[in-house]
């Protein structure tokens, strides 16, 4: 795609996608932040874009969203473990924070909690016991602690907060149910200008997506950025 290879060649010879692009940091893990800002402004986004962020985690620090609200736009933060909460509300004041373990409707429990496993490494605390053990094997650390959090689906976190407005960038970073996540949403009522997916070197969801109108636009092994055909469109021209 035209687009795409001319955001990769300004980025193989250090140039600056735009004005005042190169003075700006990324926080993501493999600058998907930048990759997103730099096409949803030549798309004709808004300067204040609306996001959503499921497994937030550290609120300034491998975050696809915190460069948005640096520059003036706001969302809503999901994540489970609560030691994250205080710098939510330290340093991102403007979005909303709801503490729950995102899960497909499927893996809810009846009592509406579900145990979560934090991990000793972070980046592996999760819902699927089995994420936790391929940890282990990698060396990367077992479980730390075992705490029961609200259950939520992303459907009622969408009616929660977006029904009726735009979401410019769903952001989803759920230990090994992303898939099972993404094939939740109500794409009749909520269509994300952008998707990015951790997919850690998979495929993804990108058939699925496809069948509701997005495109893979980069991936950088850690995520894969999905794209709305009709956002690129605008892009291109």
Known sequence: MAIAHRLASLEE???PAGPGEAARPSYAQCGEDRIVAYLLRIAGAPQAIRYLDIGAAIPDGDNNTFLFYRDGGSG???EAEPAYLPAYAALRPRDAVEAVAVVPAARRPPGGTVEVLLAENPGWTSVLPERIEEAARLG???LRERITVPAATIGEILDR???GQELHLLSLD???IDEEVVREIDFA???PWVIVIETMGAPGP???LAGHGYALYADTHVNRIFVRRDVLE???H
């Open 206 to 208: 990108e058939a699925f």
């Open 161 to 163: 907060h977006f029904a």
């Open 189 to 191: 009522r909520y269509r």
């Open 140 to 142: 990367k650390g077992g």
């Open 13 to 15: 010879r250090g140039e």
């Open 76 to 78: 809503v933060l999901v």
């Open 234 to 236: 605008r892009a291109a």
């Open 174 to 176: 759920v230990e090994g």
